[in-house]
């Protein structure tokens, strides 16, 4: 199994990127409950025939879609550890608490967070922006919340229209409902308009509401836009707000000397959080929450319970644990990989992966300028371009552009996604992978015009 997983990660480029998934090969997965042994090597086989061919294919080079992570072999020996060795990071005294520990002293570093900060785990940023709320809710209206509830309190809290969904999502889940969550519009770079931000704040307060929530976003999902985390910063800090960076996958930026200076302010952050799983190249799950006061998010989160019984010595010793500081109990050694992969291949050469993925960036960008079919629909701030094939006067332009993504996606060359932006159907390509080269950036050029021309083509014949 593991050669052969070496051999899929030496080989990824001979692949298709995806391909379509044959009805016969989906039905093999209705089979039932299997009730009697089978041998490892007719399941791992199945694997082999009916999985590994029809993943998304975020590790080939050729993905550009949405932002996913290309992983490396080192981070999948880790998990191969982790799993053998079964380590549940809920908490006691164990080494495995220590690495994750030191993991979160090394973001904290790296952010510039003081001592008394903590970091955790999670499944991803959708997570750890959903904890990063209710902290804030603590801190906003203190540790009677957890059994009170917000009650007649009406909290309000503020991102931009760029920020992700899941934002939107951590409104819903925490009680605080999502209308209480005010979108402010963005400037013409796709930031937070930080004016209109201070007005809303100040329109909220006046009108008897308790604004306590930004969640600015550092490389946000459509564009890869970086909002004024400085400005806000301060906003936050003369207001009396919590300052949350959802920085999913931008954060990490820190990492490359030449992009940091444009997180500015994101050591002000009360709270960040982060995957590690994107542009950290550390296989999926490994999204990370990094909170300024540590006591706060024990506040929040721990809970004293007879069979957790903290001690000073033997296995129930090492208090506070990981459960204390977010709402898993039963965890899986994520750390471990995110450990392997940081000392492997060190700091600085994942920094240089990152900023190699906005140069790949500029280069798209750069041939899309001087391609008269293309149209480039977003400034590119790091290493997502959206762009249209814009050639074909009076075709529907939306219609065109989301056949070629489909058409792309069926080739298995190459993948990248779709948005809106501005109102118009954009090819998304965000560069995440250390494999994709330039040679994937003149592919997706290539087969876009291609495939556009034979799509115009089509349309232009069926006019006449
Ligand atoms: C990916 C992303 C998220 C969601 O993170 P998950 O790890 O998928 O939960 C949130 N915000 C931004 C800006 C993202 O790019």
């Not at 093999?28 to 993943?55: K, Q």
């Not at 209109?196 to 550092?218: S, V, Y």
């Not at 977010?326 to 965890?331: A, H, I, Q």
């Not at 074909?392 to 056949?403: F, R, T, V």
Request: hydrophobic residues 45%.
């Amino acid at each position: 199994m593991l050669d052969d997983m070496l051999e899929y990660t030496e080989h990824l480029r001979e692949r298709p990127v995806w391909q379509p998934i044959p009805q016969e090969v989906r039905d093999t997965f209705s089979e039932a409950l299997p009730r009697l042994p089978c041998d490892l090597a007719i399941v791992h086989d199945r694997f082999m025939r009916h999985i590994l061919p029809y993943a998304v294919g975020n590790a080939h080079p050729g993905f550009m879609g949405w932002v996913h992570g290309g992983g490396t072999p080192v981070g999948m020996l880790a998990e191969m550890l982790a799993a053998g060795l079964n380590a549940n990071l809920g908490g006691r005294d164990q080494i495995p608490v220590e690495v994750e520990r030191q993991v979160a002293r090394w973001m904290r570093d790296l952010f510039g967070f003081p001592p008394c900060s903590s970091g955790l785990f999670v499944t991803g940023t959708s997570m750890a922006n959903f904890i990063a709320l209710l902290i804030a809710r603590t801190a906003t209206l203190g540790v009677q919340v957890r059994r009170g509830g917000i009650g007649g309190h009406r909290l309000v809290a503020y991102t931009s229209a760029g920020a992700h969904g899941c934002i939107a999502q951590a409104m819903e889940l925490s009680g605080m409902g999502s209308d209480g969550l005010r979108v402010i519009p963005m400037d013409k770079l796709f930031r937070m308009d930080t004016l209109l931000l201070e007005e809303a704040i100040i329109a909220d307060r006046n009108a008897g509401l308790t604004p306590f929530f930004i969640a600015a976003t550092a490389g946000t999902v459509n564009v890869g836009a970086i909002d004024d985390l400085s400005a806000i910063a301060q906003i936050a800090k003369r207001l009396g707000l919590w300052f949350h960076v959802d920085g999913a996958y931008g954060a990490l930026a820190m990492l490359a000397p030449e992009i940091a200076p444009r997180l500015a302010g994101i050591q002000l952050a009360d709270s960040i959080a982060f995957d590690f799983h994107k542009w950290g190249q550390v296989p999926y799950d490994a999204g990370f929450i990094l909170v300024r006061d540590g006591g706060l998010q024990q506040d929040t989160f721990a809970s004293p319970a007879a069979y957790l019984q903290r001690e000073t010595r033997g296995l129930a010793a090492g208090s506070p644990w990981p459960c204390d500081l977010g709402p898993d109990l039963s965890r899986g050694f994520r750390a471990l990989k995110a450990w392997f992969t940081i000392q492997v291949y060190g700091a600085d050469k994942l920094g240089e992966v990152i900023a190699g993925t906005c140069a790949l960036a500029r280069y798209l960008q750069q041939q899309i300028h001087d391609e008269s079919r293309l149209e480039l629909l977003a400034p590119v701030s790091l290493n997502i371009v959206c762009f249209r094939y814009c050639s074909g006067d009076g075709l529907n332009l939306d219609e065109i552009n989301g056949a070629i993504v489909v058409a792309l996606h069926e080739s298995g060359i190459v993948a990248p996604s779709t948005t809106t932006v501005n109102g118009c159907l954009a090819i998304r390509a965000a560069i995440v992978n250390h494999r994709t080269t330039k040679a994937d950036m003149d592919a997706l050029l290539r087969e876009t015009l291609l495939l556009g021309y034979g799509l115009t083509k089509k349309t232009r014949e069926a006019a006449i």
